[in-house]
């Protein structure tokens, strides 16, 4: 009997093949960003300072490299 609420499990599918993955390990002095993007055959890992303005603009980055390998315009 699946609970009420169960965060475990997901209700939405993951689309692998179209959505971009980022894990961040943060400490107060750096951040520590990986990444599964959509087409790209290397999973990137990049170390950031602890600053939300360059980690969205490695997001970002990582976003637009996704369609370009793929052959596909951005949807920004």
Not at 7 to 33: D, G, K, P, Y
Not at 40 to 59: F, S
Request: charged share 25%; net charge neutral.
């Amino acid at each position: 009997m699946q609970k009420p609420n169960d965060l475990s499990r997901s209700s939405t599918v993951l689309e692998q093949s179209t959505t971009l993955i980022a894990v961040i390990e943060m400490s107060l002095s750096s951040w520590l960003v990986a990444g599964i993007v959509p087409g790209l055959d290397r999973h990137p890992l990049k170390k950031v300072g602890a600053d939300e303005d360059a980690l969205l603009r490695l997001l970002h980055r990582w976003r637009e490299e996704a369609p370009q390998t793929l052959g596909m315009r951005s949807h920004a």
